[in-house]
């Protein structure tokens, strides 16, 4: 109920704000105005006064600019009452002053007149109905008093020589009967506006309620999946542990069939870990209103990654490289999910790369932004399978031939960390030949720019892997010394 | 010689079961409690050569109250702190960076739930290598 009336309340202060705007418009538009109708249609007209009025109206104008911001300065709560009341004050002083203006301009000789239409209409969107109608009569009596004083001849009348023929203010007929029709169109203007006002309130009105509900239940879900999910990280985590101490025989030595059977358990219980933690993160993701981001050095957090993917890569032969470019190497971020994002992109690239392939890295500067690329020579993706490859749960289908196990939340949360930066990912990728992911995300302010643009030359880094013969060298002693050990 | 002595606190009854199995076979001798309370009497009675803690136990962070309290008392304040959770993905923070920030996280060592008997092995003995 509280963020309602601060909703509304909001509101009220722009609408409020809206209405200072069309006063400026109005005031061009008046001096523009008698300019034009005085010096080239040669209407005589007591520019003086209008331009007079023009200042007090640009005077008054700034008043109510200064009070407002003054009003909304302070902790905006609880000013609804004060913006409707300096909302209702404005409309009745511009009528006052349409009035007094037209009065200097030939009264009820003056078309312009029936501008009194567009407050009525201003008054039907910004009131309520009554306050509506009540604006309404009190410009038909403030209309009716100015046309009835020019006719008694108690204050002057300016006559509009030039565009009527003759001053027709004592002309009872066109009097009574431009006044009967003004008075009327007045009236129907804030019957027609306020009844499409009230409707459109009213719809806005149910929206937002559906959609507050809609946030609430949309955040139950979302705590509820949340608790559950840790709940069975809880009883996963012992499982595995349980069964890890007996997979690696801390208990005593396994039987073949046993061994078999308990490390199958134990295979899929360490997936299953893995799946839930990802559904985990997504939810923790989507949950948590803000990341908390701080300026960090990109290279540092590449460097991390790619250690982290360096025996994955060694395994399948794949050469990684990765070429940074100094000036792209702050970014402004959170860290932590940034280096989970760009690791879980190279863990995906060598997945889905058959052996002797490469994965390589830039990261270059593109305007404000920082773009990195993730190339691999993998299996690629099917084209028509493209623009769902970031969704939930979503698996390419030849992914899904080569790797059984997956759970196709990796990208989602990849691009839930990279739009949550104020970023963008995309995807290239061609069947049989590879895969290419952007990500593109926003870098440090001014500082860091001037200092890069000063540092123009470039120092690229390059890691090159150990040759594959090296490596595979190496794997098969230490699966030697393995079963030495197991020997022993 | 003896091996050292290590106290496993953790509310998940199966999960010390497990690590307490993994540690003795590395002929560590194990004590085990299931609460902060306990932790902190057995801390007194059973004088640790480690303290192996959980973070979530009734309330989100009586680790990491628990560690704050061992590194205030004399007696126990270079015991060395192991902290073994489950929350890093619930609170997104790289525990890894901060441990051994003393004010915040007054902590030795940090490990991931569920561990490989193995890293838990590794990491046991370098906190009681550097102690030594």
């Excluded at chain 1, 105005?33 to 109206?57: R, W």
């Excluded at chain 1, 001053?167 to 009236?187: E, I, K, N, Q």
């Excluded at chain 1, 929206?207 to 999946?225: G, P, S, T």
């Excluded at chain 1, 839930?416 to 930066?421: F, N, P, T």
Aim: glycine share 6%; aromatic share 8%; proline share 3%.
């Amino acid at each position: 109920m509280k963020m309602e009336s601060i909703a509304e309340n909001s509101r009220l202060v722009k609408r409020a704000y809206w209405l200072i705007k069309l006063r400026w418009a109005a005031i061009l538009f008046l001096v523009a105005g008698v300019f034009v109708c005085s010096n080239m249609l040669c209407i005589t007209l007591k520019d003086f006064a209008l331009y007079c009025i023009a200042a007090v109206l640009a005077l008054y104008n700034m008043t109510v600019l200064l009070v407002l911001n003054h009003l909304t300065r302070g902790n905006s709560k609880a000013h609804c009452p004060a913006v409707k009341k300096i909302i209702n004050v404005q409309i009745s002083a511009d009528l006052l002053i349409l009035a007094v203006l037209l009065h200097f301009s030939g009264g009820i000789e003056n078309p312009f007149a029936f501008y009194f239409i567009f407050h009525m209409i201003i008054a039907s969107i910004l009131l309520t109905v009554l306050e509506s109608y009540l604006q309404a009569t009190f410009a038909v009596l403030v209309f009716g008093l100015l046309v009835l004083l020019e006719y008694q001849q108690l204050i002057p009348h300016y006559c509009l020589k030039g565009f009527t023929p003759e001053c027709l203010h004592r002309d009872g007929l066109y009097v009574l009967g431009t006044f009967f029709v003004f008075t009327t169109a007045l009236y129907l203007a804030v019957y027609m506006a306020s009844y499409i006002a009230v409707r459109l309130r009213r719809a806005e009105y149910g929206y937002r309620e559906a959609n507050i509900l809609l946030r609430q239940k949309d955040r139950i879900k979302n705590e509820y999946v949340l608790r559950v999910t840790h709940d069975i990280k809880g009883h996963l985590a012992a499982i595995q542990s349980c069964l890890g101490v007996v997979v690696n025989k801390l208990t005593g030595p396994l039987n073949d069939r046993q061994e078999d059977l308990i490390g199958r358990a134990y295979a899929r219980t360490v997936k299953l870990t893995g799946f839930v933690r990802e559904l985990l993160r997504l939810t923790q993701m989507r949950l948590s209103n803000k990341l908390q981001m701080d300026d960090f050095s990109l290279s540092n957090t590449i460097r991390s990654s790619l250690a982290a993917v360096q025996g994955k890569a060694e395994e399948k032969c794949i050469t990684l490289t990765s070429d940074i470019v100094s000036s792209a190497d702050t970014i402004f971020g959170n860290q932590f999910a940034i280096e989970e994002t760009i690791t879980n992109l190279l863990l995906n690239a060598v997945k889905y790369t058959p052996e002797n392939g490469s994965v390589d890295l830039s990261a270059k500067e593109d305007d404000d932004f920082v773009l990195i690329e993730i190339k691999d020579t993998g299996i690629g993706i099917p084209q028509e399978e493209l623009p769902n490859i970031f969704d939930e749960f979503f698996r390419a289908s030849n992914a899904l031939k080569l790797e059984r196990d997956g759970t196709g939340l990796g990208l989602s949360i990849a691009r839930h960390i990279v739009e949550r930066h104020g970023g963008q990912i995309d995807v290239e990728s061609r069947l049989g030949e590879g895969t290419t992911f952007s990500l593109r995300l926003p870098r440090l302010g001014k500082v860091a720019t001037a200092n890069a643009a000063g540092n123009r030359e470039q120092t690229n880094c390059t890691i090159k892997e150990k040759t594959c013969e090296e490596h595979k060298g190496r794997i098969q002693s230490r699966q030697k010394h393995s079963e030495a050990n197991q020997l022993a | 010689m003896e091996k050292a002595k290590i106290l496993i606190v953790d509310d998940d009854a199966d999960l010390t079961e497990a690590l307490k199995t993994t540690l003795e076979s590395q002929r560590y001798a194990v004590v085990t409690a299931s609460d902060r309370t306990e932790g902190m009497e057995k801390v007194r009675a059973e004088k640790p050569d480690l303290v192996i803690l959980d973070v979530m136990m009734s309330t989100w962070q009586d680790g990491f109250e628990m560690a704050r309290e061992l590194k205030k008392e004399p007696a126990s304040s270079d015991m060395p702190i192991l902290i073994l959770t489950a929350v890093k993905e619930r609170t997104g923070i790289g525990f890894k960076s901060t441990a051994g920030d003393p004010s915040w996280l007054p902590v030795d060592g940090f490990l991931d739930k569920p561990v490989e008997p193995e890293t838990l092995i590794d990491e046991v003995e370098r906190l009681l290598s550097q102690k030594a």
